[in-house]
């Protein structure tokens, strides 16, 4: 299970180009739909609570996954694959840019490619995000996310309420809506 977890891990960290929400279809496609080690509302889930604390998504998914799969150690082995693949890469980019002298216009190409993959990948996880936020798995409206979503679009169009007070007084209205027994499917 170790192995398995760990070998799963580095193949989402070797290709997790374009940070945090990019690598989010990757780690569907390996942690939701071939390992089912979560579902769909279990990533979203994921993503929230990874907002909230410190570190990049990709980490906290790997260490929260790891948990949830085979407790500490599986913690500890899922980060450590994650980020294996980009420490090896960094390190040989770092051995060729420092006794190079020149410039690796083939990694500006790469590089330059990769962008619109990413932005695409952005857009997919966003997808994603939005489908099971706002409707539940039976296709039900979630009245709740339907809710937040549309506080959370009015005040930051209109007030340009910054993003940790938009985040704190989502919790409130859940915490509060959840308080008054609404259940939040309509």
């Not at 694959?81 to 060729?96: A, D, S």
């Amino acid at each position: 299970m170790l192995f398995d977890l760990w070998l799963t891990f580095v193949k989402i960290g070797a290709f997790a180009f374009g940070g945090g929400y990019a690598v989010l279809p990757l780690i569907t496609a390996y942690v939701v739909e071939n390992k089912a080690w979560l579902t769909v509302q279990g990533l979203t889930d994921l993503v929230s609570l990874s907002q909230m604390t410190p570190g990049p998504i990709a980490i906290n998914a790997a260490t929260f996954i790891g948990t949830k799969v085979a407790g500490l150690p599986g913690a500890v082995i899922a980060t450590l694959g994650n980020v294996t693949p980009q420490f090896c890469l960094m390190m040989l980019l770092g051995y060729f840019l420092f006794t190079s002298h020149r410039k690796l216009t083939a990694l500006d190409d790469i590089l330059k490619g990769l962008k619109p993959a990413i932005v695409g990948l952005v857009a997919i996880a966003a997808m994603q995000m939005i489908r099971s936020s706002l409707w539940t798995a039976e296709g039900a409206i979630e009245g709740l996310g339907v809710i937040g979503f549309g506080l959370g679009l009015v005040l930051y169009g209109t007030k340009k309420l910054d993003v940790i007070r938009l985040v704190v007084l989502a919790a409130a209205v859940g915490l509060a809506l959840h308080a008054m027994g609404f259940t939040g499917v309509i």
